[in-house]
């Protein structure tokens, strides 16, 4: 892996890269991620103070690579306490190939979730679940309100490299575990998967998109986690890690959900499950795959 100082193109969507590369990036200083957790418990918002709250909408939370869903408990806390519905994504620990993420656990928490509320979805994926939370976004369009990602490199895998080892032991144990189950590029940038592919569609417009990142992150190249959409694209002082606690991470949050939901209200009925077979046909093409 070389190392890269270099940002992305800018690029309108979709701006997935094939990068793959490792970053020089101050790892060491994510062991302040600490002190986001003890600002975010004295932060009048964490305890619904000074922000808008939400209409019951479900949110699900996705966590990022080699985290289990449990680290979002602040953050699932909070979004009960001011308003919303969230979920737990039920993955357990984020080291198995997205792809089958999706098709096996995820989708059946999104069908839990639009009965729960009978409403289109939030999401809000940290790192590797951010990822996630894009690729579901531009597959189910007609399921999701909004997209939240928090230090979530989807343009490209430009990280520290100890993060590129650790993701390659994880897709040594894939492809053991799963076989002819998977593709031989499984975990790699070069992979032709649904997942992957769904990075190139351009986003809906009915889903609002978020991203949230910091320029101190020490485990990803920042410039690989913005859309480069002015409306789109909030960076914040914090940690990689600390993302999932930020103070000013919530702040945005709270406001952009209750932007999405006002939105997703004001452009259609209320939704209910039954009506998903007729609005997938609105569903915009991908392209198609080589």
Not at 36 to 50: I, K
Request: hydrophobic share 40%; charged share 20%.
């Amino acid at each position: 892996m070389r190392s890269v100082d270099l940002n992305p193109e800018p690029s309108g969507s979709p701006i997935r890269t094939r990068d793959y590369q490792a970053a020089e990036v101050p790892i060491l200083g994510e062991v302040l991620f600490a002190l986001d957790l003890v600002l975010l418990h004295a932060a009048p918002l964490y305890y619904g103070v000074g922000i808008p709250h939400g209409d019951g909408s479900a949110v699900i939370l996705i966590p990022a690579f080699l985290c289990p869903d449990f680290y979002l408990a602040p953050l699932h806390q909070w979004l009960s306490r001011i308003g919303y519905t969230p979920l737990f994504s039920g993955i357990g620990f984020n080291t198995e190939c997205p792809n089958l993420l999706i098709t096996r656990q995820l989708n059946d928490t999104i069908k839990q979730a639009l009965a729960k509320s009978g409403r289109k979805v939030h999401l809000i994926g940290h790192s590797l679940g951010g990822v996630i939370a894009r690729a579901i976004a531009s597959q189910r369009p007609t399921d999701i309100a909004s997209v939240i990602t928090l230090g979530a490199p989807f343009r490209g895998a430009v990280a520290h490299a100890g993060i590129l080892r650790a993701a390659a032991m994880v897709r040594k144990r894939i492809l053991a575990k799963h076989g002819s189950a998977v593709l031989p590029s499984c975990y790699t940038a070069r992979c032709t998967c649904d997942f992957l592919e769904s990075l190139n569609c351009v986003m809906p417009a009915s889903v609002l998109e978020t991203a949230i990142f910091t320029e101190s992150d020490g485990v990803v190249d920042w410039h690989y986690c913005k859309t480069d959409c002015a409306d789109a694209d909030f960076s914040v002082c914090g940690t990689h890690i600390g993302l999932a606690f930020n103070p000013s991470a919530y702040s945005i949050i709270a406001k952009r959900l209750a932007q999405a939901a006002a939105k997703a209200k004001s452009n259609e009925p209320e939704r209910f499950p039954e009506l998903k077979t007729k609005k997938a046909a609105r569903r915009p093409p991908c392209p198609a795959k080589s």
